[in-house]
């Protein structure tokens, strides 16, 4: 049996190079990371980009980032707003409106009657919308219950509608104020807590107006204010209500560049009314329109070329190039839509490395914290082997064959890369920090692509499918004698193993990923890195108490040494990884442990009010309980919604394989969420929907003429 002692081998690498043209605006060198990933810049202008590193000056401590759990987040990238409950922006924190990642608005106080408006609701009402209510006592009450409301409706497109009502069985007169305030600070340096004091405004038009070097913002108002104060930033009114009657007041706030959203009008991705779920269980309808409707206003244009669009990781923090998670989020979208994964190959095979060398063809991409006993995994390396599985499973979905025809020399160099980056004894080490260090992991994504890629290029004619396949069987064969390490409770697969061939015998969620195989021909799924014997063992222990906490899996299992139910990849759930385990044991046969796990992150995203945070603490689930947020997760991030979207097609078991005219249907027979039907998907570009009855029985309901069912 191998001892279990940890051998520690780095973390907190710096980032590496991040992909041109990926992000309105280039990502900078310097910019607070995200809790947990050392590769996750807050995106910053290139206009502020002259400054100094946020993280030089007094502020919060390196890697420290303001509380966002209890915010309310409405986003339409480029635009986006935080709001706390109540409503009333008071500039605190990371409050405020936002404009290709300029603040443009942090302080946004009402007042109604020289009183601060009783906040009794603040909720978000879709992706880039949130909706407040209160509601103002006056001295002219006649008894306990006030009879002006107040709704705020606030967009991420840089909009507020502010309606006063009068319940009063008379006219009711009194003076409305709204205090504007900004520092037009870049979020880099609101998040790192240095921005700086309030500028002065002045009278623009019918509001206030602000500038600062090459940045301004103005705020319109209409009706026009019957009085402003620029050296207060004050608009007033004098409103006057009939009984019953009501006043509309509405807010613009623009900067110095257009913000309309890209996914507005976009045909990379359906609606949320163009594709839908409905069943036994009413929250798989409203998981899968939050999902898609978070996905659209993530979308982000290369600059370079502003037909291909592609999601950010997530907002706050990380509204930029992502590459790996663009492709974990595309490939997850698959049954929606093949062009949102084009979209992202285009751009990604645009920003590979060309010189000649060792590196030709790999995606850049920063480093990434892998928790506290394995180094630091590059993103780059992530999605370049990602990059070829994307390719061929979007084929099978139905991505036309001249676009595959494409893209396929870019796979293919994704192919070259990996086959100089493998080292003599067969396996993918890491560079930099961990050099040495062979990830179970990583050499699961490298399978993957080695067995998909070398499937893809066999069936487009290319040269070097016989040896990739090859490959992927000796993969296959040293990794099940190499690191399988035997304990007393069945064995397990190693996390990794160090530079000196020593196993790491951690359990986290990274076995997972061991799982995922692929989907080849037929609806096939292909191989994977584990035998028979040891997928049954890796289910057991995903489905067991210390690694399922009820709410999803946990990045590490409560018993290893570093757990932390808050540590991103050391014991927080991050829910893609849940998602990829929940489709893994279901292709597997493992069903109960699947199921156990859908249906924890599910009772998860109605806590959350279906808008899944890329994590949350992995505190085990208790009777009564709820999931506990965590306090710096992207919400809504790109691969959480994907998730929700893989989790609910997983429940149907579409395995398409276009190319061959086919589909097939592998449901869950166990039925978790009752009868469910997905309509509005499409396989080989047209209308595809499917019904899984309470027998647990799929029947395809709307599909292409020339599509045969298949086993």
């Not at 998860?604 to 965590?630: C, I, K, S």
């Not at 979207?645 to 276009?658: E, K, M, N, S």
Request: proline share 10%; glycine share 14%; aromatic share 4%.
């Amino acid at each position: 049996m191998v001892s279990t002692a940890l051998p520690r081998v780095g973390k907190g690498a710096a980032p590496g190079p991040v992909p041109p043209g990926a992000h309105e605006g280039p990502l900078p060198p310097t910019a607070p990371p995200r809790a947990g990933d050392g590769g996750a810049p807050v995106p910053v202008p290139a206009r502020a980009q002259g400054g100094p590193p946020p993280l030089k000056t007094p502020g919060r401590p390196p890697g420290e980032l303001p509380a966002v759990h209890a915010a309310l987040i409405c986003v339409a990238l480029p635009g986006l707003v935080v709001s706390p409950e109540h409503g009333q922006l008071t500039g605190r924190g990371l409050e405020g409106f936002y404009q290709h990642g300029r603040r443009l608005l942090s302080r946004c106080q009402l007042r109604v009657a020289g009183r601060d408006p009783i906040s009794v609701q603040g909720r978000s009402i879709s992706s880039d919308g949130a909706r407040f209510l209160a509601v103002v006592r006056t001295t002219a009450d006649a008894g306990p219950d006030p009879e002006i409301s107040v709704e705020r409706l606030r967009r991420a497109d840089g909009t507020e509608r502010i309606t006063l009502a009068s319940s009063s069985a008379r006219p009711v007169r009194f003076p409305v104020e709204i205090a504007l305030g900004t520092d037009l600070a870049d979020l880099a340096t609101v998040a790192a807590g240095r921005a700086g004091p309030e500028l002065p405004a002045s009278v623009h038009d019918s509001g206030m107006r602000w500038t600062s070097g090459g940045a301004h913002c103005a705020v319109t108002a209409q009706p026009p204010p019957t009085d402003a104060l620029a050296s207060a930033g004050v608009l007033r009114w004098a409103v006057e209500l009939p009984p019953g009657g009501v006043c509309v007041i509405q807010l613009h706030i623009r900067g110095g560049r257009p913000a309309r959203p890209p996914g507005l009008g976009t045909s990379v991705l359906p609606s949320s009314r163009e594709a839908r779920a409905e069943g036994d269980d009413p929250r798989v309808a409203a998981l899968l329109e939050r999902s898609i409707d978070d996905l659209r206003a993530l979308l982000i244009r290369d600059p370079a070329h502003p037909a291909d669009l592609h999601v950010a990781a997530g907002v706050p923090w990380r509204c930029g190039a992502a590459p790996a998670e663009a492709l974990w989020a595309a490939r997850m979208a698959l049954p929606l839509s093949t062009r949102l994964a084009a979209a992202t190959l285009r751009t990604l095979a645009r920003a590979q490395l060309a010189a000649q060398g060792p590196e030709l063809g790999r995606i850049p991409g920063p480093l990434r914290d892998a928790g506290p006993f394995l180094p630091p995994g590059c993103t780059g390396v992530e999605a370049t082997l990602a990059f070829p599985v994307v390719l061929a499973e979007a084929r099978r979905w139905g991505l036309p064959e001249p676009e595959v025809a494409e893209l396929l020399p870019a796979a293919e160099r994704c192919l070259r890369w990996l086959d100089a980056a493998l080292g003599d004894n067969g396996y993918l080490a890491e560079s930099g920090p961990g050099a040495g260090f062979v990830r179970a992991e990583t050499q699961a994504h490298a399978h993957r692509a080695a067995l998909l890629g070398g499937e893809l290029l066999r069936e487009c004619g290319r040269p070097g499918a016989d040896g990739w396949l090859a490959r992927a069987g000796a993969m296959r064969e040293r990794f099940r004698a190499e690191f399988w390490v035997d304990d007393l409770g069945g064995g397990r697969p190693a996390a990794g193993r160090t530079a000196g061939g020593r196993p790491v015998p951690l359990l986290g969620s990274g076995a997972a990923h061991l799982l995922d195989t692929g989907l080849l021909g037929g609806g096939r799924l292909a191989p994977g890195l584990l035998d028979a014997a040891g997928t049954e063992q890796v289910a057991r222990l995903l489905g067991g108490p210390a690694m399922d906490s009820g709410w999803g899996l946990r990045g590490l299992a409560v018993k290893e040494p570093g757990y932390n139910p808050y540590g991103h990849r050391a014991g927080a759930v991050r829910v893609h990884e849940s998602a990829v385990a929940v489709a893994g044991l279901a292709g597997a046969g493992h069903e109960k442990e699947a199921v156990a796990l859908l249906r924890g992150v599910l009772d998860a995203a109605e806590a959350f009010g279906h808008r899944l945070p890329e994590m949350y603490a992995g505190e085990q689930r208790t009777a009564g309980g709820v999931p506990v947020p965590h306090p710096a997760a992207c919400r809504p991030a790109a691969v959480a919604a994907a998730a929700g979207i893989q989790l609910l097609t997983t429940l149907a078991g579409i395995r398409p394989d276009a190319p061959a005219a086919s589909v097939a249907l592998h449901p869950l027979r166990s039925v978790p969420l009752g009868a469910v039907r997905l309509a509005g998907l499409s396989v080989g570009g047209e209308p595809f929907a499917v019904r899984v009855s309470r027998l647990g029985v799929g029947m395809v309901e709307q599909a292409a003429e020339w599509l045969q069912l298949g086993g």
